[in-house]
């Protein structure tokens, strides 16, 4: 009795064990998202999660924060929020979002980026990664540095009724440069079939080193840098179920609108 008490109790422990590191596979695979960026290009800035939420699925990502009051830098496992002014604070686990993207970062592929020229480039090298290791894949990048000119932006918060964002950004974002400054950024690549749900490409967000400042990165140049990449197979969704949700015209082609509110 004693020898089969035993067995079962091995076989539970193992059992056990086996599921729970195949959940921890299953969650360091999946790229997490909030709602579609779509939504928020047409001014949904409603709440649709909240930081606590995020933590529970990453512990890597971007985003922004309800009503666009700055932008969501997810490093280490920490969620940063660098407001208009490009300070950087540390929201609570009950402050709200509309949109982000999240996951569990591995350092799956490592390189060293030397003579970072512009953010063009930048992506040019990081595209030649991609395309060696799965184009229709996501990846998260990191990239650590000493980098010779920044150039990124954040946003006031806007107030109701809400513009779209390519009209908001207009009047409402500030622009900052930095040199001679070290600092991570953290990017999303999304593959071309992503284009109704996210942008397709890279898109990056910038903190400095003391955690101080950051934005959306718009421009960069590095002699050299540190980048890892962490890929990813899965992809999980959360949606609104909020009326004003579900009456948007998510269909609505917003290509235009996403570029120029990636690159201006």
């Known amino acids: 009795m004693k020898k089969l008490f035993f067995v079962l109790t ?10 729970h590191y195949s959940a921890n596979n299953a969650s360091n695979k999946t790229l997490f998202q909030i709602s579609t960026l779509q939504a928020l290009m047409q001014g949904y800035y409603y709440p649709s999660s909240t930081v606590g939420e995020l933590k529970e699925n990453g512990d890597f990502g971007i985003g922004c924060f309800e009503a666009v009051n700055g932008e969501l830098i997810m490093l280490d496992g920490v969620v940063y929020q660098a407001i208009h002014d ?39 090298q990081l595209d ?46 500030t622009f900052f440069n930095a040199e001679n400054e070290t600092g991570t950024i953290v990017g999303l690549y999304c593959p071309d079939f992503m284009d109704k749900l996210n942008s397709q490409g890279w898109h990056f967000h910038y903190i400095n ?53 990636e690159t201006k």
């Open 10 to 19: 091995m076989f539970f422990i193992l059992t056990g064990c086996s599921q």
């Open 86 to 124: 490009s300070s950087v604070l540390v929201p609570d686990n009950n402050t709200t979002i509309p949109y982000a993207t999240v996951a569990f970062f591995n350092n799956d592929i490592s390189a060293e980026f030397e003579n970072i020229t512009s953010i063009d480039n930048l992506k040019e």
């Open 209 to 261: 080193s003391s955690k101080k400042n950051g934005g959306h990165l718009l421009e960069v140049s590095a002699k050299k840098a540190t980048v890892q990449l962490s890929k990813k197979t899965k992809f999980e969704m959360k949606l609104s179920e909020k009326e004003n949700f579900q009456k948007l015209p998510l269909s609505k082609d917003m290509s235009k609108d996403v570029h120029e509110v």
């Open 128 to 173: 030649n990664i991609v395309n060696k290791n799965g184009r229709n894949l996501f990846y998260f990048v990191r990239i650590d540095g000493a980098f010779d000119k920044l150039t990124y932006r954040s946003e006031y918060a806007q107030k109701e009724p809400y513009k779209p964002l390519a009209k908001a950004m207009e009047t409402d974002q």
